[in-house]
């Protein structure tokens, strides 16, 4: 058993690193203030060919698995950027699977090298109002008229939303009560967000404040029949493929941020003295920051279990599902323990803790509650009754 | 031009203090768990000045060669990522524990080997021994000139331009070619290499080469080491006391001066 990188992992924390150098703490805090997408980021990384780097080779992408994504999206999310810079290119990592995997040849060909340049900028229509987890209650409908569909309905949460110029977009194309079962009769298209036929409005949040969420209002929206990816009612199929790369995608972010809080606390506790002595000579700040230490160290193993589990082709719902569990759920002790290791520094903004705080929420809510990863695992990995 | 690019991997330079241990018996160094060996810091740099006169130049080629053992591939792989053409490991194990002229050899044979170098550049030091006598080693074997510590180099018709760093300011020379050139950090940020050049640098061959296949034999160390240990630092630390902030300076001075330190 090889718990080394390889070579190539080495040099994606390396050259990830290096990028985020340039992107400090006072970036992600000024964006934090000011809500703006962090552009320059994101453009760095498009230059530097990181967002390809799970998509084929033949479109511009560099062939990796969801192991070397998931090495990236944990250097990125340590650096200080946590969600606002994870959040900012996480769609174009392995969002585009369902592309490459049920797209044509002819879809590829249009839509991957531009996605993979950077030149096109995506966001995720997936969760309403009334169909968070229990997706097959979609409600927006996308009906056939000729050689194109008309769209109608609302998405919620749709990250980044404001900048993007497509949508991968999850809609039903037959009602739910003519189909044999509930996620038949939806379909996924990845097409132009025409603003002429739809309304987005930003959700005002708690974090990460440089990537938007928004609400996004359908009237009519035309989309041609030949940006629908692979079959009619087959779309939520396909969607269910990207679901486990994303949950470790968000696992790995999670623990970069922890692990990023977590370094800053034993940082702070070696060098505060009160009493005469440094905070961190007494077990009581030692212990929680050392439990830290070792949970966010068994979330990263099964992440990449996870990972290697995918990358091998094999079944891993509930490794991906229970990493990032364990990832979110150690992310956010440790933010909530490098918050009381800094006292009330760490409520104040300059010191960048609770900033990490609230954006290591994002992970422990999304996009999967950690209820609803449990009763998954209850039922898939133990064989209980189906709870939901 | 052809440059030759000299890199060395190193234990990590950001290896907390508690987890540097030294072994005096054997007067090496214990490579600390978990903790892997990096690529030297200046040598990024070297690299970087070696594709920008390439760039400038239009046209050759920049080998790298690094000396160490099998894991200092991953040195010379950065590089190639970086945007450099070959890479040549000299890796024996008769090469485990020699001195920097015994390095300076083995690299000027490698040198002497790759052949047709108009240029050979290097980090100003390594940051494990920080010595910084390589470069002057080798040019001394190839009977080349050193110029060290550059923060600036322009071809220059048939020669360079190199501005060099010193204690208090820059000095700007002119070299002819080929010569040796090391350079500092005060060169600037080296390129990060993109995605694609590291996918590529992971699919190119390096080749490696024995003390046999330069050539040469090590020889006894010409700089043995005789003893290597962690030196104890003891501080105390004394409250200078006084009611008011001239009183205290006062004080200070005093003690200072009691001290034999002013």
């Given at each position: 058993m090889d718990f080394a990188l390889t070579p190539i992992q080495e040099e994606i924390r390396a050259g990830v690193s290096q990028i985020m150098r340039g992107f400090p703490d006072s970036y992600w805090l000024e964006h934090d203030e000011s809500g703006e997408f962090p552009v320059e980021f994101t453009t760095a990384m498009a230059e530097g060919g990181w967002l390809g780097i799970a998509m084929p080779e033949q479109y511009g992408g560099s062939g990796l698995g969801v192991a070397d994504a998931a090495i990236l999206m944990h250097t990125v999310a340590k650096s200080g950027g946590a969600m606002s810079a994870a959040s900012a290119i996480h769609i174009n990592i392995f969002g585009p699977n369902p592309i490459v995997v049920f797209g044509n040849e002819e879809q590829r060909q249009r839509w991957l090298p531009p996605l993979i340049r950077g030149e096109t900028r995506t966001c995720f229509g997936v969760t309403e109002p009334t169909a968070g987890l229990d997706t097959s209650s979609i409600q927006t409908r996308a009906v056939r008229d000729g050689d194109q569909y008309i769209v109608n309905g609302q998405k919620i949460w749709t990250s980044t939303a404001q900048e993007a110029d497509k949508i991968l977009l999850l809609a039903r194309t037959t009602p739910r009560e003519q189909c044999e079962r509930p996620f038949d009769g939806i379909s996924l298209f990845f097409t132009n967000l025409d603003r002429e036929f739809v309304q987005i409005r930003e959700i005002q949040k708690m974090g990460r404040h440089a990537v938007d969420s928004n609400e996004v209002f359908f009237d009519n929206m035309p989309v041609p029949v030949e940006d629908r990816i692979g079959e009619?009612?087959?779309?939520?199929?396909?969607?269910?493929?990207?679901?486990?790369?994303?949950?470790?995608?968000?696992?790995?972010?999670?623990?970069?941020?922890?692990?990023?809080?977590?370094?800053?606390?034993?940082?702070?506790?070696?060098?505060?003295?009160?009493?005469?002595?440094?905070?961190?000579?007494?077990?009581?700040?030692?212990?929680?920051?050392?439990?830290?230490?070792?949970?966010?160290?068994?979330?990263?193993?099964?992440?990449?279990?996870?990972?290697?589990?995918?990358?091998?082709?094999?079944?891993?719902?509930?490794?991906?599902?229970?990493?990032?569990?364990?990832?979110?759920?150690?992310?956010?002790?440790?933010?909530?323990?490098?918050?009381?290791?800094?006292?009330?520094?760490?409520?104040?903004?300059?010191?960048?803790?609770?900033?990490?705080?609230?954006?290591?929420?994002?992970?422990?809510?999304?996009p999967v509650s950690p209820h609803l990863i449990l009763s998954n695992i209850a039922e898939k990995a133990l064989g209980l009754p189906k709870s939901y | 031009?052809?440059?030759?690019?000299?890199?060395?991997?190193?234990?990590?330079?950001?290896?907390?203090?508690?987890?540097?241990?030294?072994?005096?018996?054997?007067?090496?160094?214990?490579?600390?768990?978990?903790?892997?060996?990096?690529?030297?810091?200046?040598?990024?740099?070297?690299?970087?000045?070696?594709?920008?006169?390439?760039?400038?130049?239009?046209?050759?080629?920049?080998?790298?060669?690094?000396?160490?053992?099998?894991?200092?591939?991953?040195?010379?792989?950065?590089?190639?990522?970086?945007?450099?053409?070959?890479?040549?490991?000299?890796?024996d194990p008769a090469f485990a524990s020699i001195d920097n002229f015994q390095t300076a050899a083995a690299l000027a044979a490698a040198i002497e080997k790759v052949g047709d170098a108009d240029l050979i550049l290097m980090g100003r030091a390594a940051a494990d021994w920080d010595m910084g006598v390589v470069p002057a080693g080798v040019g001394q074997i190839l009977g080349l000139p050193v110029v060290t510590v550059a923060k600036g180099i322009e071809k220059d018709g048939d020669g360079l331009t190199v501005t060099r760093v010193l204690d208090d300011g820059f000095q700007t020379v002119k070299a002819p070619l080929p010569a040796i050139v090391s350079v500092s950090n005060e060169f600037g940020e080296p390129r990060y290499p993109q995605l694609r050049q590291i996918m590529m640098a992971a699919k190119k061959t390096v080749q490696v080469w024995s003390a046999a296949d330069l050539g040469i034999d090590t020889g006894a160390s010409v700089m043995p080491l005789e003893a290597l240990y962690q030196p104890k630092v003891e501080s105390n630390v004394e409250i200078i006391e006084g009611d008011t902030p001239e009183e205290k300076a006062r004080n200070l001075a005093q003690k200072l001066r009691a001290a034999k330190l002013v």
């Open positions: 009619e009612g087959k779309g939520f199929q396909y969607l269910l493929h990207g679901l486990n790369p994303e949950r470790v995608l968000v696992a790995s972010e999670a623990i970069g941020i922890g692990e990023e809080a977590l370094s800053r606390a034993a940082s702070y506790a070696r060098d505060r003295v009160v009493f005469g002595r440094p905070i961190g000579q007494n077990q009581g700040i030692q212990h929680p920051l050392a439990e830290s230490w070792a949970e966010l160290q068994a979330a990263w193993l099964m992440t990449m279990r996870a990972a290697w589990l995918y990358d091998q082709d094999l079944p891993c719902g509930p490794e991906a599902n229970g990493a990032k569990y364990l990832a979110a759920e150690a992310g956010k002790r440790a933010c909530e323990r490098a918050m009381i290791t800094h006292g009330g520094l760490g409520y104040a903004k300059e010191l960048h803790i609770e900033r990490l705080y609230r954006e290591v929420l994002i992970n422990w809510i999304a | 031009m052809n440059i030759i690019v000299c890199v060395k991997q190193i234990p990590d330079p950001e290896t907390p203090a508690a987890s540097f241990k030294v072994d005096e018996a054997a007067k090496k160094v214990i490579p600390a768990q978990g903790i892997a060996p990096v690529v030297n810091p200046y040598d990024p740099q070297a690299t970087e000045a070696a594709l920008r006169l390439k760039d400038a130049d239009g046209g050759g080629k920049i080998t790298v060669i690094s000396l160490g053992p099998d894991t200092a591939r991953d040195a010379i792989k950065h590089a190639l990522a970086m945007g450099a053409d070959e890479g040549v490991l000299i890796s």
